[in-house]
């Protein structure tokens, strides 16, 4: 076994140095020592070349080196350095050098630019520096003019995670050699460049992009919800087609048909191939190559299409040279080439799931199908020629089959490891799913290159009927994504690190003003507040899966404010929920029709089997956690969202919380006169520009030991900051233990051993009690 491996690798020794380079990258990022030790080391083992274990051993050495150097030019980073010692982590300043148009980003305003000079707040000169900015350019500014800019604005660190499992949009952009971020208040072109390949590259690749996207539109019902679909998976627009329709594919284990990945390159060189085959092989794969290395520039040379495109050349042109082209060399040719160029490649997530899903193929689905091809040929018993047509066309059937069946569970075993690493989910369904779904994306592809085909002719009416059909498709692809989606157990999710607490409440820090707390009591899951759409999404959602919750037992709306329940439907659909309890008030009578409760009131009836309206001094447990309603009571009818909220007073473990969500004046003249039991260990406020004098009356008879403050809705206003400035005052005086969220982060309250703990996501803060009186 052991020669066999051996063997094995000595006949594939580019996958092999693209191993090595793989653990050298990874021991460099471990181990960030300076790039002249890797070098040194490397250097003494040239020697023994002769030796193939000192081979691989020289060249993860090397990609060591090149790794270490890559990150102490983006680490280490002066203006990021700057930036770090600053205590606001932003500075005001201007800058000098060149603009190109973003690609990876959804957002017309986002920009990169390459410095060249850099002057700080309270500097006289300009002083050379180069690197990298993310920029955001001022509403409406064109960027249509290749050249030295002259930009002035605020520079700070990219934003930080304030949630476990959210996007690490920080540690992505430092991956990409972006030293800091820069919101432009001032641009102002200083020189016009006469060649700027770059520039004039993506902007070209854009107008194509345009091109083809209204070619591809023609003729069609722009209200058509299926119209967007087809742009998806042709062009890799993927926010085109929605959220709804992008989280059907998602949750079938498709959503890769949306990406464009290696999947669109090999659907389109086999289109083009089957096209071209007139033109004889040699011309046709020449033709294919030029080709696909087209539809990447396309599509914006996305580093997903790059990659695929790269290993399609390399593959076709292997026989053009006499060479057979053997897919593992192919892979790791791939993979040492763009490493070369950017080493932190390995730590993009769509790269480890190409090259995986790739590595998967070849060491599963190829010996697979092996082993089914005399399933699917035809009986060895009958000669050839005696075959009809229709034993032959079984035959190729059972072929086609068997390769797509070989195919879907190599690439799901293959993704497996990447997926529920980033995202804590796996799909049992898209093995199923992409057994039907990729052929479908294979026709819609074809249609799309015929539709484009018959527009160049020109075939107007010809490419309208296709593009017509091709949304009929498209549409059908969405509906049976969605049916997929809706099996049970088509997604679930896996909690990789199970908490220590038996219970623990999880308030998450959302933008906005919004607010969502999570309740874990062992394998039970509850939800106060949902935050809003776009919250729910980015921050809450991650988050669930992340925890493994594949159902939640219930969940507790505040009051009709989208940035609190925005994303209540969502929530009820997916992950689903047994129980919703709301205020008595809600839905309210003058409440829009899109409003989100009442849009959950169409999925589910106010006061039947699932939705529950309280009011004052109902008690309801939310498996372990004991709440008591203290508003609203029956005479409270107010016009505002924040008076008509639910306030509770949660316990667990002998710990008294106090949950005001976004309470109003009047709710807190209401609870003082009622002389409701407001006192408790734990506050929990959401933070707004309302006067805080009403407020601070309640938390001087609530007297909590810590009051946990949500983020601000109008981060920076006047309002905004002179209540914060009393409110720290107040809690100064009497005691208090404010937690700021936009600080903090999130915080957990862990209910460990009769002892509560209190854990911030940012920085160390950590407080711990253990009640006087625990359950």
Known sequence: MRQLLKNWARGHPLLMLAMAAVAGILAADRLPLPPWVYACAALLALPLQRIWATRLATAALGF?????????????????QLLLAHPAGQLQGEVRGDLLPMNDSRDPRQALCR???LRLSGETDFRPQTGWLEVTLPPGFPLDTAGEYHLAGLLRLPDEPMNPAQFDFASHSLRQGRAGVLRADEVRLLTPAAFAPRFDFLRRAAACRDWIANRLSLGVDPADAAAPIVLAMTLGLADAAGEDIEDAFRA???????AISGLHVVLLAGIALGALRWLGYQRSVLAVILLVFAYAFVTGWRPSAARAALMSAVLLAAPLFDRRGRAANTLGAAALILLLVDTQQLFLTGFQLSFGVLLSLLLIAVPLLEKLRPWCGIDPFLPAQLAGPGRRLAARIRLQTASLACVSAAAWLGSLPFLLGHFHTFTPVAVAANLVLVPMAGWCLGLACASLLAALLPWAGFSILLNQVNTALAGLMAITAAAFAGLPGAALHADLQPAAASASLRLLHLPGGGQ?????????????????ESSWRRIVEPWLRSQGVNHLNGLVLSHADRAHVGAAPLALRHPGASRVLTSRLEPWRYDPGDSSLRRLAHLTAPDGPVWQRLGLEASVDLDGLHAQVLHPG??????????????LRLEHGGVRLLWLNDTGYLTSRRLLERQAPLPCDIAVLSRHANDPEGLTDLLAMARPRVLLLGGAAESGSTLVTESLRRLRTFCAARGIDLWELDTTGSVVIDFVDGRVCLNAFRGDRQLAWRPSNPD
């Not at 060591?64 to 990150?71: E, F, G, I, T």
């Not at 969502?516 to 809003?532: F, K, Y």
């Open 64 to 80: 060591a080196a090149l790794h270490s150097w890559n990150l102490q030019d983006s680490m280490g980073h002066p203006l990021r």
């Open 115 to 117: 410095l060249k000079h």
């Open 252 to 258: 079938s284990g498709t959503l890769h048909i949306f």
């Open 516 to 532: 969502a707390a999570h309740w874990r009591a062992g394998s039970r899951h509850w939800l106060l507040d949902t935050g809003s």
């Open 634 to 647: 029956h005479g409270d009818r107010h016009e505002k969202a924040d008076d008509r909220g639910l306030v």
